[in-house]
């Protein structure tokens, strides 16, 4: 089969699927659900690797597909090892979150939806992974966004669920406005959508082949900014930057399977995807506002990630935190490494939200993570799979995350370095923060939601490493002896019995979170097959990792025994917050930014809220579109109303005149009549002389408009 | 040549009008299956044109041209009125269209049950005005049909509308009829300026002609007439083309709408039944969009370039303006209005850019509109029907007791948003992406527009999130305390739509292969 | 002696079928006279027979005759160069004779008692016209203006109910008042040339070294007695009144006939003085449709509301004299022949409706429509067709006057033109909401009153259908009109 035609079949069986379980509602089908779309994922996974077999070297498939003369836009396919490796990776994620899920959601009336939704959003991510050109990306992209809606409001009834996927959605709106401008500047500039020819014009400019189109007063140069930061929009709404990162947090109000797929994993990294896609004709201006905003974003969401109390929303912000990385790596050029760490983020991260789904139905939907701890013994296998996830977003050696991390604050400082430093060196430092906040945080977490409350914290830490590594050998050694064993059969279904699916899934991830899937060597990332494939800037700061790796163990430490203090004022003191210092209170917040934007932007559009009472059903009344409605109601129909008033008025006036005219003639006239056999000639002057000479008048007046105007 | 077909198009729905007068009363439960007949063969015969267009011919296909009116006028020449059919790539698609959604307007007028006879025959004779109106190539043709529109469409919001249909009914005729006064002084002053040189020579007089190829081309207008390009003559210093357009532009507008002449819409729809809506933002509202491109665009190619900026600016404060207004409204239908005067913004910007994306792009939102704005305004019919109000406060968690309605309306509102997939980003991309390349407009025109898809996402999403999420519940002050899901006859004109919105929204070339050519010619005319 | 009786004989010859309609007209008064009147049992249909007879026997023999007599000759002249016999004079007389027999139509079909002193009064007011459409010697004009006056002045009194009678005195009095004008004017007229013919060469000749404005003036006097045949403003006064009392046919046929004929007369007195009369008649114009398109608006009667929207047809007539780029009054001659269906199917509607409703009131004609759907669709017909939008024959004669006025327009650069033009299009919008009223009221609006209607005869629907009909074909078929006013 050829590569179109695999792709085509791939993406049909996810479009079956959808249709199915979405179309038919029966009970029947509601309990198969999870196993019919387990069985297209793992076709689509078959599906990938044959791709990757397939595809050697770089092409694009085209399919004829809008035609407007001069322009065609096709139904592109881009077959690089980018478009092959992407391709791959969402399908084994998303098939263990839907292994996950078959038991997460297992009592959901409404699984076989949730079902649907999945298939439809890997048929839209595969799409936004295989768009050879902007307009089909733009296309999937927003697809991939409604089912990220679709899914935030999953369980619609409720009003935050719903609210979350609204403001979601709009969002992502408001980002993808700029995207779609980026992408109308482009195709000005290039007159093509599509990446390879747009990588060639590019190509061709330097070398004077070809020009690119500009307006106004605005350079080649400059509009090439302006189109890599528009277009930046989009990857800031999706990824989740600063200052559209606020939906990320709100969205976890969706099932938690599906936030580990989709906002943690993969949609989220659809931005990085797009910047790395464009990333030949970003110029570099725009790379250095769109490593600024990442390395900003970044550190601002692990600040916050410090001081929050539920178990999604830490993630959420790390989420934030680790997508800014990978912003900041587009920025500084280093598109390998940022590649690379979306690639270890997408699984170490859902494997995080896979365990903390674990947790939270372990404890029937408590998500606090004061009111949690002491999980290490109840959920073995779990607590050992989020500590190789959690350690490698830690960037601890030996896990991907030090890898990808290490690569990515290289590159960040080679870039500075190229740059001769100056402000530059806010990226790295900023950067380097951030990652040692990100120890912090994961720590405090790790600690409030697994480690047992009481005990000497040192030893327990020793203890827990060691067994958590010794566990992971163990159901790794028990796995690969399977087969050869005389009862292997017995033995996996044993296993398999004892593990369940939520184990399976995170012990995968977490599997895929060791070091020795993407490199030979664990301490440094030189060696990993990914970077060579993808390309990377050299770089000779080898101390950088280890400095960083350094004060991360220290920050990890003090979170440690921070955190334990920090539980046993919770118990102690449940008032607590109100003694909150405003550092505190700015991280929990996030800075105030959804604050901000509630109180600030919103009333713009609704009027100032009255927020004690539930959302009044007119709310636009009060804000601009009301005034605007207000004003459309009153003036420009008001015009037309008082058109008409004016035209009744004068034939009003046109009409009593007529009348007064007429009915005092008539009056005149039977007087006259009948005053006639009486008076005789008594009737000398009144009406009917007054309306005569009047007409004369007429006439005369008509006389004189003529004779002396005209 | 004369194929007939485009000729039974116009002349099916009045006879089926023609019968159903004659009809009496006693059958009157066959009358919406005569309609039904009309409107289903109309369809297939729209179809059967569709298949055999030739998509590589840019000038008209299926001509049909009789002679019709040769009025010696004395001295000053013979006026030759006649009648010609014909299809291109821009109103074929529109004519498909209308064959659709006029179906769709007959299916949802089942639910008509006052006075059967009137009803059905005054729709027929609106299918036929319409439909006369799409394919006419003679001015006159054209502005008959455009004006014959208004009488079935006065009488079926004034008879058969709601509580202040009087008002909405004559607010809707005058607003239209001002917009064609000044159209016809448009067609006044065409007729007066061109000739036919052919004709002229055979009757040694000249014959002023409204025949539309003749129209189109600038050769023919008579030397040092109102029209010629030279023309001395001006009013307050606007040269007499220029005047024209304008008269075309605001002509149109009215009938697209275009703010700020746009306030008779909301009205109307507010009191109009269900189909007529349906068949009011589906259909006629195209007709505005389709006669500029084809009579302000198609006649004056030398003006147009100049008033981009002025009918860009009006197709932007549309989408702005009309999108604002959207979302303060309370009640659906006014909202799904406004969302029309919203959508039909981007038309005026694709045709604008003078561009081939902006003009496929219009014809396609305008076809996309069509079809989404129908399954609105059947999704609001729906409650409507069930309820008898509109305000969306009084909603709640709908979603629960009506699953398939719940989708309809999803797939109208995210059409209508523009959400891939579906038919109203392909006509919103395009629109906007021939503007923005478009060197005859600032480019923040554009970025605007790019601002009202953000703003239609705020009211029909919010809107949607109002009236169909959360816990189910209704207002006690309502008629019906008890909701049903869609019937099978709703159910089947929503799929239909539904599956076109999809299908137009994916494969686009079904629309573009046959605008396109038309449209390239359209452009590198002289 | 000789030579002039000789001519006497030779020109009354030449109007044979006007001699045979005088003949017809002493013959009827003959007979009305030695009649004897009985309330009891009128005698209505003899007279409607006779007149039928009168006006068939009155068209058959001008068709013959004169089409005999244009194919020797253009124009001819007859008794002295008072009477000018030619092609375009024949084509009004044609649509005089139809409306005569539309009136007797409208008479007949509602069985309307009249005396018969009426078409005797009628058939004067015929002859007046004709008169009138074959004259251009002042003396002629006077005769027939006066004859139709007064015989016009009877008819809309002769009833002797109060309104008739106050209608009638208001009528004569402006009427009297207009002549007085008119026959100043010609007694300047023929102070200044010592002619009365203002096709003679010497009357254009010796105006010529007269002032201008001096001139004008004379013109607008002379014009008055003219205008106020046709009720435009502001000559105007008498006529909501005299619609509103006199019996529909008549007004109906009052309403159009004098109308044309008066018409026919001002377009030869304009073209034969090569004088600019842009002002003058675009201030009557402008007067006219405003008052009579918005004080319309108001009317709760609908034969009032019509006698306003006569003044405003008037308007919209003159319109087509305005004369610049055109060289001929083309459009208005068309818009006169259109308007014949139009009006007088107007006023056989309303009298429809009457039936029904018992009243002209429009708040009457409520559900009428609805109860009998053929005439809901006459009355759209009709009223769309007096809107002038299409498919009626009104819209093609407005498409032809604006067409006239539009090309004055690049011809001349006077702003009257584009005033007018403006005006015209405004009202022709204003004027939707009144006549659409009716149809409006008539097919949206349920009767109050359950109880049963009576059904509408048969013959009464056919005749008005018939009407709206030839509305419409003659939408279709213009050329038909066309041939009839290509002879002018």
């Known amino acids: ?710 | 040549m004369n194929s007939g077909l485009l000729t039974s198009l116009i002349f099916l729905p009045l006879v089926g009008a023609g019968i159903i007068l004659l009809l009496p009363d006693v059958y009157k439960a066959s009358f919406k299956w005569i309609n039904l007949i009309c409107n289903v063969l109309n369809l297939i015969n729209a179809l059967t044109l569709y298949g055999s267009f030739n998509k590589t011919e840019p000038s008209y296909q299926f001509l049909e041209h009789y002679e019709w009116i040769r009025l010696d006028i004395g001295k000053s020449g013979v006026i030759s009125i006649d009648y010609v059919l014909g299809l291109d790539g821009i109103n074929l698609p529109m004519v498909i269209l209308s064959a659709i959604i006029l179906l769709i307007g007959g299916i949802s007028s089942f639910s008509i049950v006052r006075r059967p006879k009137a009803y059905y025959s005054l729709f027929l004779l609106l299918c036929s005005s319409v439909m006369g109106c799409f394919v006419a190539l003679d001015l006159f043709l054209f502005f008959l049909f455009f004006e014959f529109m208004l009488l079935p469409m006065y009488f079926l919001i004034g008879i058969w509308g709601g509580e202040n249909r009087e008002y909405a009914s004559l607010k809707f005729i005058i607003y239209t009829l001002v917009g064609s006064v000044l159209i016809l002084i448009v067609m006044i002053a065409v007729g007066m300026s061109y000739t036919d040189i052919f004709f002229s020579k055979e009757y040694g007089k000249t014959v002023h002609t409204f025949d539309f190829r003749q129209l189109k081309d600038t050769t023919n207008i008579i030397k040092n007439s109102f029209l010629s390009i030279d023309s001395p003559w001006k009013l307050m210093g606007i040269p007499a083309r220029e005047l024209m357009f304008v008269l075309l532009f605001i002509g149109f507008g009215i009938k697209l709408p275009m703010v700020p002449f746009h306030t008779w819409l909301p009205d109307a729809h507010v009191e109009a039944p269900t189909a007529i809506s349906v068949i009011l933002a589906g259909v006629l509202l195209k007709i505005g969009g389709y006669g500029l491109i084809r009579i302000g665009y198609g006649f004056f190619p030398d003006i147009a370039p100049d008033f981009t900026v002025w009918v860009a600016g009006a197709g932007v404060l549309s989408v702005i303006y009309g999108a604002l207004n959207a979302l303060a409204q309370t009640d659906l239908k006014k909202l799904i209005a406004y969302s029309s005067v919203s959508h039909m913004g981007f038309v005026l910007l694709g045709i604008s850019a003078l561009n081939a994306e902006g003009i496929n792009g219009a014809v396609y939102q305008m076809f996309s509109h069509g079809i989404l704005s129908a399954m609105l305004f059947l999704c609001a019919g729906v409650i409507y029907d069930q309820t008898h109000n509109r305000e969306i406060a009084n909603y709640r968690g709908l979603a629960k007791k009506m699953p398939f309605f719940t989708v309809a309306v999803s797939v109208a509102f995210f059409g209508s948003l523009g959400l891939p997939t579906l038919s109203g980003f392909i006509g919103e991309f395009f629109s906007l992406l021939g503007a923005f390349q478009s060197d005859l407009m600032p480019k923040w025109m554009p970025v605007l527009g790019v601002l009202g898809i953000v703003l239609s996402a705020v009211y029909l999403l919010w809107t949607f999130q109002k009236m169909f999420f959360g816990e189910y519940y209704i207002s006690e002050k309502l008629e019906k305390d008890k909701i049903v899901d869609l019937d099978r006859r709703e159910m089947l004109m929503l799929t239909v739509l539904g599956v076109l919105a999809f299908l137009f929204g994916i494969f686009p070339n079904l629309i573009f292969d046959i605008s396109n050519q038309t449209v390239q010619e359209f452009l590198t005319r002289p | 002696m000789n030579k002039h009786l000789q001519e006497i004989i030779e020109s009354t010859r030449l109007i044979l079928p006007e001699v045979i309609l005088i003949a017809g007209i002493l013959l009827l008064t003959g007979i009305v006279s030695f009649t004897k009147k009985t309330p009891e049992k009128p005698k209505f249909k003899r007279f409607y027979f006779y007149s039928f007879a009168l006006v068939i026997l009155y068209y058959s023999f001008s068709h013959s005759h004169y089409e005999a007599l244009f194919e020797k000759g253009d124009a001819f002249h007859a008794f002295g160069d008072i009477l000018l016999l030619d092609k375009g004079g024949m084509s009004f007389r044609y649509l005089i004779q139809l409306s005569v027999f539309l009136f007797l139509l409208h008479g007949v079909a509602f069985r309307y008692r009249y005396d018969g002193e009426y078409f005797i009064l009628i058939f004067t007011a015929v002859l007046g016209m004709a008169i009138m459409t074959m004259t251009t010697h002042f003396m002629g004009i006077y005769i027939g203006i006066e004859l139709v006056s007064i015989a016009s002045y009877l008819l809309v009194s002769l009833n002797k109910k109060k309104e008739n009678f106050e209608a009638g005195i208001k009528y004569l009095i402006f009427g009297a008042t207009s002549s007085a004008l008119m026959l100043y004017g010609i007694s300047l007229f023929y102070g200044i040339s010592h002619t009365l013919n203002f096709l003679d060469p010497l009357f254009l000749h010796s105006i010529h070294f007269n002032a201008d404005w001096a001139v004008q003036s004379i013109c607008f006097l002379v014009l008055g007695g003219i205008l106020f045949k046709m009720a435009a403003a502001p000559f105007h006064i008498w006529a909501p009144d005299v619609y509103e009392a006199t019996p529909a046919p008549i007004i109906s046929f009052l309403s159009y006939a004098p109308k044309v004929a008066a018409l026919l007369l001002m377009a030869r007195f304009i073209e034969a003085l090569h004088a600019d009369f842009t002002v003058i008649l675009s201030v009557i114009i402008i007067v006219s449709l405003f008052v009579g398109n918005f004080s319309a608006l108001w009317q709760k009667d609908a034969k009032r509301m019509l006698g306003y929207s006569g003044i405003a047809h008037a308007g919209f007539m003159l319109i087509g004299l305005l004369k610049a780029g055109f060289d001929d009054f083309y459009s208005a001659y068309f818009y006169a022949a259109a308007y014949l269906p139009v009006t007088m199917g107007a006023f056989f509607l309303l009298d429809v409706f009457k039936k029904q409703a018992g009243s002209y009131l429009i708040e009457d004609f409520k559900g009428l429509g609805q109860h009998s759907v053929i005439l809901g669709i006459n009355a759209i017909i009709l009223m769309v067709a007096l809107t002038g939008l299409p498919p009626t024959i009104g819209f093609t004669a407005k498409l032809l006057i604006f067409s006239s006025v539009a090309d004055s327009l690049t011809s001349g650069s006077s702003p009257f033109y584009f005033t007018v033009l403006a005006f015209g299009l405004i009202n022709t919008a204003v004027s939707i909401y009144y006549y659409l009223k009716i149809p409006y009221i008539a097919v949206v609006k349920s009767r109050y009153k359950t109880h049963n209607l009576a059904g509408i005869p048969l013959h009464l629907l056919l005749i008005l259908t018939l009407f709206s009909l030839s509305a419409i074909l003659l939408f279709i078929y213009p050329q038909y009109l066309g041939g009839l006013l290509n002879n002018i």
């Open chain 1, 1 to 710: 089969m050829s590569a179109q035609n695999i792709i085509f079949l791939n993406l049909f069986f996810y479009l079956l699927g959808f249709l199915i379980l979405f179309g038919f509602k029966s009970y029947i089908l509601s309990q198969f659900a999870g196993w019919l779309s387990l069985v297209i994922n793992v076709l689509g996974v078959l599906f990938s690797l044959s791709l990757i077999m397939n595809v050697t070297s770089e092409r694009g498939i085209e399919i004829p597909w809008i035609n407007l003369g001069d322009t065609v836009v096709s139904f592109d396919i881009l077959l690089n090892d980018q478009t092959t490796f992407m391709y791959f990776l969402v399908q084994i994620i998303a098939f263990f979150v839907q292994l996950f899920s078959t038991k997460y959601l297992a009592k959901d009336p409404a699984i076989s939806r949730y079902y649907a939704y999945l298939n439809l959003f890997i048929l839209s991510m595969l799409g936004v992974i295989i768009a050879g050109n902007l307009m089909q990306l733009y296309f999937f992209w927003e697809l991939v966004g409604f089912c990220s809606y679709l899914l935030i409001g999953f369980w619609y009834e409720k009003s935050a669920p719903a609210n979350a996927s609204l403001k979601a959605f709009l969002i992502n709106r408001i980002g993808d406005a700029g995207l779609l401008i980026g992408i109308f500047l482009v195709f000005y500039l290039f007159k093509t959508f599509n990446f390879m020819e747009l990588r060639d014009r590019f190509a061709g400019v330097s070398t004077g082949v070809f020009h690119l189109n500009t307006f106004g007063s605005w350079s080649a140069g400059q509009l090439l900014t302006a189109a890599g930061i528009l277009m930046f929009c989009g990857a800031v709404a999706k990824s989740a930057q600063f200052p559209l990162q606020v939906w990320l947090p709100d969205a976890m109000e969706g099932p938690t399977p599906a936030s580990a797929l989709i906002h943690a994993a993969t949609m989220v990294a659809a931005g990085v995807f797009l910047l790395a896609r464009v990333s030949p004709i970003l110029s570099h201006d725009a790379g250095f506002v769109i490593a600024i905003v990442g390395s900003f974003t970044s550190i601002l969401a692990a600040y916050s990630a410090i001081f929050q109390y539920d178990i999604k929303k830490v993630l959420a912000y790390s989420t934030i935190s680790q997508l800014g990385f990978m912003i900041a790596g587009i920025g500084v050029g280093a598109v390998g490494a940022s590649l690379f760490h979306l690639t270890t983020h997408a699984f170490f991260k859902a494997g995080l939200f896979l365990s903390a789904g674990a947790v939270i139905h372990h404890l029937h939907h408590q998500q606090d993570m004061r009111k949690m701890g002491n999980l290490q013994d109840e959920m073995e296998v779990v607590f050992y799979g989020y500590a190789i996830c959690a350690a490698s977003l830690a960037g601890i050696p030996l896990f991907s995350g030090f890898l990808s991390k290490d690569a990515l604050l290289i590159s960040a400082y080679a870039y500075a370095e190229a740059h001769h430093f100056s402000y530059y060196l806010i990226i790295p430092v900023l950067l380097l923060i951030s990652s040692v906040m990100t120890a912090y945080y994961i720590m405090r977490q790790f600690v409030m939601v697994f480690l047992n409350r009481q005990g000497n914290p040192i030893e327990e830490t020793y203890h827990d490493i060691l067994s958590g590594l010794e566990g992971v050998k163990k159901s790794f050694h028990d796995l690969l002896t399977a087969d050869d064993d005389a009862q292997g059969d017995e033995k996996i279904i044993n296993f398999l019995q004892k593990l369940g699916v939520f184990e399976i899934s995170v012990l995968a991830m977490s599997l895929a979170s060791l070091w020795f899937v993407f490199s030979a060597s664990p301490f440094t990332f030189s060696d990993v097959w990914f970077i060579k494939i993808f390309g990377q800037t050299e770089s000779h700061a080898a101390w950088i990792p280890y400095t960083v790796l350094g004060v991360s163990l220290a920050s990890m430490i003090a979170s440690f025994f921070i955190t334990q203090n920090e539980i046993r004022n919770f118990y102690v003191n449940s008032d607590a917050q109100k003694s909150d210092s405003w550092l505190r209170k700015i991280g929990l917040n996030h800075f105030y930014l959804d604050y901000f934007y509630f109180n600030y932007i919103r009333p713009v559009f609704t009027g100032k809220l009255n927020t004690t009472e539930p959302e009044p059903a007119a709310s636009f009344k009060k804000g601009l579109p009301g005034v605007v409605h207000y004003a459309d109601s009153t003036y420009i129909d008001g015009i037309t109303k008082i058109l008409a008033r004016g035209l009744m008025f004068i034939s009003g006036i046109s009409e009593k005149a007529e009348r007064l005219l007429i009915d005092n003639f008539v009056n005149g006239v039977s007087e006259y009549a009948r005053k006639s056999g009486h008076y005789g000639r008594k009737m000398q002057g009144g009406q009917i002389q007054f309306y005569l000479v009047l007409m004369i008048a007429l006439v005369i007046c008509i006389l004189i408009l003529k004779t002396f105007l005209f």
